[in-house]
């Protein structure tokens, strides 16, 4: 099946009050993958656990998507897609790279990240979290939360959408343990759809922006509405590292 077409990206970074920006964000729009991370740790370990967890992924999908024996030897789920079962072998392949930058080092030096992958097969759109990511559906202007950040506090409270940055303690993580489970959720993209992939420094504030920029738009060309939110959001303070990526289908 002929993938969707993701017609334009907006990309949006912003350190906040911290010292150094530990997100990392990427794209390949030709071959449907995009990856967000959230790094923790400091400026080499947290920088670098982001970063490399970013382009690990990118490398495995670029590498065996498309191939129907990629997941082999690796974990093969019989109720996932293709892309699924791909996009969950590559953020594990990931992990393991983290594990091994981590070898050696004490406890104050090693580097994790949070990291939300998406993969696009034709109109099915492939989710991988591991942590305190979270992604949007905007449909019509209706907003929709698809994948849900594993925190302390969304498990305290799982209504609120702007925690005290003290309980955005993701409950897992690239690098931290071999044993790693990556949720997998799957969606039928359409055409006019936006998706929204953000770290946890973003909070409600992307979220509102997107939706009522959608709301308030005749969607004829989606390259202004990409600058818009770009340049409403590059108007907000943060508190905390803030990356957000949005595709306009």
């Known amino acids: 099946m ?21 997100d990392h964000a990427l794209e390949v729009k030709d071959n449907g993958i995009f990856v967000i991370a959230d790094g923790f740790g400091g400026p080499v370990a947290g920088v670098g656990a982001s970063k490399l967890a970013c382009e690990t992924v990118r490398g495995f999908l670029k590498k065996e998507g498309g191939d ?26 990931a992990n393991l790279k983290i594990l091994e930058m981590n070898h050696d080092k004490g406890t104050h030096e090693r580097g994790g990240a949070s990291v939300l992958a998406a993969f ?72 006019g759809d936006w998706i929204l992939l953000q770290t946890d420094g973003l909070g409600s504030k992307a979220v509102q922006t997107i939706g009522s920029i959608q709301i308030s738009r005749q969607i004829s060309g989606v390259q202004e509405p ?22 306009f289908f």
């Open 68 to 93: 129907r024996e990629a997941t082999l030897p690796f974990v093969l789920r019989s109720y996932f897609s293709l892309a699924g079962n791909v996009l969950f072998n590559a953020l594990i392949h």
């Open 120 to 191: 696009l097969d034709g109109d099915l759109l492939a989710l991988a979290n591991v942590g305190s990511c979270s992604a949007w559906l905007f449909r019509n202007g209706q907003p929709v939360e698809l994948v849900l950040p594993r925190t302390y506090a969304r498990m305290i409270d799982p209504l609120s959408l702007q925690a005290s940055p003290a309980l955005n303690i993701p409950l897992a993580a690239l690098g931290m343990a071999e044993d790693l489970e990556p949720e997998i959720m799957e969606y039928r993209i359409k055409k």
């Open 2 to 22: 002929r993938r969707l077409p993701v017609h334009a990206i907006a990309m949006f970074s912003d350190r906040g009050r911290r010292e150094l920006q530990e």
């Open 226 to 247: 990409a600058r818009e939110i770009t340049a409403v959001l590059s108007e907000c303070q943060f508190e905390e590292n803030a990356t957000g990526m949005v595709m």
